[in-house]
């Protein structure tokens, strides 16, 4: 079974500098599709970044980007410039090729600090 | 576009009695809805998967007769909770699964149960 791991249970960041979160996962599939969730207060999960495993290419989104390592199974997520509206919990999920069932870790509260 | 709304989004309700939570897609038809359970700081936790027109497909250690999934249409599904304890207190996510495209679940905004 495929298993989803976020080591950090918090981070914390000034505004305006850059916080990286970690993500590892297991898996023997060769083509999957790995994602970031965002999650703020208001409890609606925002889909924050999508990366294809076949693409070798990180995908970005503005001020967030990845750093997708296949072979050591890690998906981590840069969020640049931050701000105070990223405050949120994060979650880094996984999704088989031919599948629709999400894999979620456990996720990572981050605090911005002004 | 990808739009999921829940309703209610609140509810407080007394202990026994049954409480139904709706999850629509609104601008896409979803053949798979999912049904997640979550506690403050955690994670999300699969409750079920519905697919339309067929039976729910319940996680490991989800009791299905107290949890009843309907999927009716491609675009709503309903989880009514039945016989109401205060330990099924919780934040209930409904995420949908269809022709919005992006290949990734698009979620409802949450429904908030209490039981007294």
């Known amino acids: 079974a495929q298993t989803v791991t976020q080591s950090q249970p918090e981070m914390s960041v000034q505004e305006a500098e850059t916080v990286t979160l970690s993500c590892t996962y297991d898996t023997s599939e060769s083509d999957y599709y790995l994602f970031w969730y965002k999650q703020p207060p208001s409890r609606q999960m925002i889909l924050v970044i999508r990366q294809e495993a076949y693409k070798q290419q990180n995908a970005t989104e503005n001020r967030f980007s990845v750093n997708f390592q296949k072979a050591a199974k890690s998906f981590s997520l840069k969020i640049s410039d931050s701000q105070l509206g990223d405050a949120a919990m994060y979650f880094c999920a996984y999704r088989k090729e031919y599948g629709n069932k999400l894999v979620f870790g456990a996720g990572t509260i981050l605090r911005v600090k002004s | 576009g990808a739009v999921v709304s829940q309703h209610p989004s609140w509810v407080i309700c007394k202990s026994g009695t049954s409480v139904k939570i709706e999850c629509r897609s609104l601008?896409?038809?979803?053949?798979?809805m999912f049904w997640y359970r979550q506690f403050p700081k955690q994670s999300l936790m699969l409750m079920a998967t519905?697919?339309?027109?067929?039976?729910?497909?319940?996680e490991q250690g989800v009791e299905k007769d107290k949890f009843l999934i309907n999927h009716a249409s491609l675009t709503l599904s309903t989880l009514t909770v039945t016989s109401a304890h205060p330990e099924d207190s919780s934040f209930y996510i409904c995420s949908a699964w269809g022709s919005a495209g992006k290949e990734t679940q698009y979620f409802g905004p949450g429904t908030r149960l209490l039981v007294l």
């Open positions: 601008d896409f038809q979803a053949t798979t």
């Open positions: 519905s697919n339309e027109g067929s039976k729910a497909t319940y």
